[in-house]
């Protein structure tokens, strides 16, 4: 998430209750998780084993549990609780706002666009031209979608990231992280009913231009899909997932978290992906392997009463 303005270090020390080290005159433009970083942003880190990729990365500002050596040109933000003063940055710039209108009055709707009835479109939500939105649509706040976009029926646009700092030391395991990301739908996308499509934890959740999806499919936060891709009915992909361009997922594949899939892949119904995909391959399975090599081991597979017959009749 980018600030709305720079925003003094200084100012965010004292707003969370820091003791601030090194480049104290920075002023910080976002603030985002490890993975997606970059100079001028802020991130927070509780965990040793991310403290050195952390303070390593391209974030100018560091909220951290541990005083460490500070690189130069950064600074660290040292609290007991980085959890907490994140969430506290967050909802403070992007806040929950409620909005009671079918279409709130911040939404931006353009030329030759259809909203049918009991759709809701929330704050600051930028639809383009010429787009269908079926009844029971929900666009949660700040989703932007292209033009020659079409959603159907009970399809969910922008719903909160599924994304819990998790720690068995306190009473409460598992914290919600505050989403402050959003939707991006490029042009020319269809989605079809029911489905789900989570906004990013930080950053964007996107599906390129041209992509068609099928009813019930979720799309995990964070994750990027190609142009022109093709998903089947009850296809599920976790949170940031990287889908190329030319994809087709047939009906009820499961891709974990945090996998890229290349260009032009196939993958037939049911399978599961466990690891990245190489590109211009058909894969079927679980773990997925290219469909071929699936074939030939359930031919084997089906052969061994026969050899097992043949081995005790000798």
Known sequence: MQFPSPVSIQWIATF????????????????NELHNVVAGDLVFVDHPKYYDVCINSAASFIIIDKTVAVPAGKALLITSNPFEAYSKIVNHFSPFVPSFKAISDSAIVGEGTVIMPNSFVGNNVRIGKNCIIHPNVSIYDGCILGNDVEIHSGTVIGSDAFYFNTKKTRESWFKKMPSCGTVIIEDNVEIGANCTIDRGVSAVTKIGKGSKFDNLIHIGHDTVIGNNCLLAAQVVVAGGVTIKDGVTLW??????????????????????????LAGNKTYWGTPAQE?????????WIKRIPLLWDKVMNK
């Open 16 to 31: 969370i209750d820091a003791e601030l080290m090194g480049n104290a005159d920075g002023n910080a433009t976002g603030i």
């Open 251 to 276: 009906g009820c594949v499961i891709v974990n978290k945090t996998l890229t899939i290349g260009e032009n892949a196939v993958l037939l119904g049911t399978t599961g992906v466990t690891s990245n």
């Open 291 to 299: 469909a071929g090599i699936v074939k030939r081991e359930l031919i």
